[in-house]
C-alpha cells in the first residue's frame, strides 16, 4: 500500500521536472524499479492513475522497468510544450 | 521531446528529510524514528521508557486519527505533538517538518517519532531521523520479518517486544532472530517487556552509547 505515497510523490517530482523543462504534456514516464523495494507495479499505476494532475498528466503512461535491487527512480519523461 | 532525470521518485521527502536532519544537527538533537505494525507495543514501550529515563524527550505520535496516544504520552509529562494523516498510511519528512514548530527543539535531549502503526510503508520515507528502530512484538509470529522485510533491512536496531509472553506462545526466538540477521547482518537486536521492565536497562545502555557515538562522529 506505499505505491499510494509513492505514485504521490511521483506526481510531485514529473510536475517540477515538466515546469523546469517547459513541458505542458507528460506522454510517457518511464520508472526503474529494484525488486526489493516490493512496490506492487499494478497498485502503482492504480495509484498514479487516481492521482495523477491534469491536463499536465491526463493521457500520461507509466512504463515500469522491474530489475534487481534497490532503485526507484525516474529514468527520463517523455512529454510536447 | 525526451527528458532524461534519472532522479529518485523520492527526492521531494529526500529533500525536506535533508532540511529536517540539518536542523536536528544544529540543535544537536537525536531523533528515533519508530515504526512496527499497529499494536506492537510503541505506545506502551515509550510510556515505560518515558517514566524511567531522565533525558527530556519530546514526541510525535503519528496515527491515522484520534489524540490516543499523545495523550497517553503527554501523561508522562512529555512534550508531545499529535500528528493524524487521515487516511495515509505513514509520516513523511514534511509532515515532520510542520509538526517541529511546535517544540522548543532546544530544551530537548532527544525527540521520538512513533510513526503510523505499519510496517511497510514508513520504511520508504526518510523523516530525517538519526536512528530508525524496527519495533516487533513476539505475538506477531517468528515469520515476520522475512514476509516485510524492509522495514528490518534499514533498521539500526530490532526491538522485539512482549518477551514477557514467551511461555504462552509458538514463537522460535532463533529462526526470529536468524531471520533478522539474515536481512541486517550486524543489527543489533534488543528484548524488551513493557509490563515487567525487562530488557529496559540494556535499551538505556545501547541508545546512550550509541548517541555518544553519534555524538562524536
New interface residues.
Given amino acids: 500500500?506505499?505505491e499510494?505515497?509513492?505514485a504521490h510523490?511521483?506526481c510531485?517530482?514529473v510536475e517540477?521536472?515538466a515546469r523546469q523543462?517547459g513541458?505542458g504534456r507528460v506522454q510517457v514516464i518511464q520508472?526503474v524499479i529494484g525488486h526489493?523495494?516490493?512496490v506492487c507495479h499494478e497498485a502503482l499505476q492504480f495509484a498514479f492513475d487516481l492521482l495523477k494532475p491534469a491536463p499536465l498528466m491526463q493521457d500520461t503512461r507509466l512504463q515500469i522497468e522491474g530489475r534487481p535491487g534497490y532503485d526507484?527512480?525516474?529514468?527520463?519523461?517523455?512529454?510536447?510544450? | 521531446?525526451?527528458?532524461?532525470?534519472?532522479?529518485?521518485?523520492?527526492?521531494?521527502?529526500d529533500a525536506a528529510a535533508r532540511t529536517n536532519r540539518a536542523l536536528f544537527e544544529r540543535h544537536r538533537l537525536p531523533v528515533l524514528n519508530l515504526i512496527s505494525s499497529p499494536g506492537a507495543g510503541k505506545t506502551t514501550f515509550l510510556e515505560r521508557w518515558l517514566a524511567e529515563t531522565d533525558l527530556q524527550v519530546g514526541v510525535i505520535e503519528g496515527d491515522l486519527a484520534t489524540t490516543l496516544d499523545a495523550e497517553r504520552i503527554a501523561a508522562c509529562g512529555a512534550e508531545v505533538v499529535q500528528i493524524n494523516t487521515h487516511g495515509?498510511?505513514?509520516l513523511?519528512a514534511t509532515m515532520i517538518a510542520r509538526a517541529l514548530d511546535h517544540f522548543a527543539l532546544e530544551r530537548l535531549d532527544l525527540l521520538v517519532i512513533e510513526n503510523v502503526g505499519?510496517l511497510?510503508?514508513p520504511?520508504?520515507?526518510d523523516l530525517g531521523e538519526s536512528l530508525r528502530i524496527t519495533l516487533l512484538s513476539l505475538t506477531e509470529g517468528d515469520d515476520k520479518p522475512a514476509k516485510y522485510?524492509?522495514s528490518f533491512?534499514w533498521a539500526d536496531a530490532v526491538l522485539l517486544t512482549k518477551v514477557d509472553l514467551l511461555p504462552y506462545l509458538r514463537c522460535d526466538l532463533e529462526r526470529l532472530s536468524g531471520s533478522i540477521q539474515a536481512l541486517n547482518p550486524g543489527v543489533p537486536i534488543l528484548y524488551v517487556a513493557a509490563q515487567t521492565g525487562e530488557g529496559m536497562t540494556e535499551w538505556n545502555d545501547w541508545l546512550r552509547r550509541r548517541l555518544s557515538a553519534e555524538g562524536s562522529r
Fill in positions: 500500500m506505499h499510494v505515497g509513492i510523490e511521483l510531485l517530482a517540477a521536472a523543462h513541458l520508472l526489493e523495494r516490493l526507484l527512480l525516474i529514468d527520463q519523461i517523455e512529454g510536447e510544450p | 521531446m525526451r527528458v532524461k532525470l534519472k532522479q529518485p521518485v523520492l527526492q521531494g521527502n495515509a498510511c505513514h513523511d505499519n511497510v510503508c520504511a520508504e520515507f522485510p524492509t533491512r
